[in-house]
């Protein structure tokens, strides 16, 4: 999640360990610059793009998938973090609010998009 804001330039932090999601039942990381975060195998794949960080291909988060992810796991990140993540979105001329709508039917973070987003959207 903290991988994918830094991408996109939704935080000025440089995260201190890369995040990444994985299969729920196949992996256990206990890689300390990694901090994993498990999804069932269902939605892994939902918005994910190829991206380039430093000239090495990498599997990233779309920005609306990521914007989902920070309202699904608000709780286990920096408030300041997430205040940041959510103004850059709302400011963003090339967000995709139906992908983000989308998104949020199956993640399950559809209330929390209304919530959060709804009034400046």
């Known amino acids: 999640m903290e991988s994918a ?3 996109h330039d939704y935080t000025d932090r440089t995260p201190d360990f890369w995040s990444i ?3 729920k039942s196949k992996f256990k990381i206990l890689y300390s610059p990694i901090k994993a975060y498990y999804f069932e195998t269902d939605n892994l794949e939902t918005g994910l ?3 380039n960080i430093n000239g090495i291909k990498v599997r990233i988060y779309n920005k609306e998938r990521t914007i989902c992810d920070v309202l699904r796991y608000s709780n286990k990140l920096d408030r300041e973090i997430f205040n940041k993540a959510i103004q850059s979105y709302v400011k ?3 967000r995709n609010i139906t992908a983000l709508l ?4 199956r993640l399950r973070v559809s209330k929390k998009i209304q919530t959060w987003l709804g009034v400046w959207l």
């Open 5 to 7: 804001l830094y991408y």
């Open 21 to 23: 999601c994985v299969n």
């Open 49 to 51: 793009i190829d991206g």
């Open 92 to 94: 963003d001329p090339r």
């Open 102 to 105: 989308e998104y949020g039917k």
